[in-house]
């Protein structure tokens, strides 16, 4: 599965963006899709998760409320819809998916097999 993650780009504060994951294999009942992001020097922090089979949708306490991640089934795609931006949400972006991945596992990059090639977020104050 090769995974495409886009949409990233410069925002000021409280300005919206939103991130688009896409995969040529990638069919979303399968697997359950992630999105991270890593900004520099730091780890890389958990945003999202969709579940695959009964479409469970999680959010870090840092994005809940602004973050909402969606999916559009007959394209493929998920997306991630970031409002209310801040300069802490500054990062490359990236979208992963897994069969395994699961509620109890969403949290951990190593749950994923597949990682799109990331997407930089830049929010300026």
């Known amino acids: 599965v090769q995974l495409q993650a886009s949409g990233g780009g410069l925002v000021q504060a409280g300005e919206s963006l939103g991130l688009s994951c896409s995969g040529s294999?990638?069919?979303?009942?399968?697997?359950?899709i992630g999105w991270f992001r890593q900004a520099p020097g730091k780890e890389r922090e958990w945003v999202s998760y969709r579940g695959s089979r009964d479409g469970t949708r999680d959010y870090a306490d840092s994005v809940m409320g602004r973050f909402t991640i969606s999916e559009d089934v007959d394209e493929n795609t998920v997306y991630l819809q970031m409002n209310s931006l801040k300069p802490v949400d500054t990062a490359v972006y990236y979208c992963?998916?897994?069969?395994?991945?699961?509620?109890?596992?969403?949290?951990?990059?190593?749950?994923?097999?597949?990682w799109g090639q990331g997407t930089q977020v830049t929010v300026s104050s």
């Open positions: 992963a998916c897994d069969q395994t991945a699961g509620r109890t596992t969403a949290t951990v990059p190593s749950t994923y097999r597949y």
């Open positions: 294999t990638l069919t979303l009942e399968g697997f359950g």
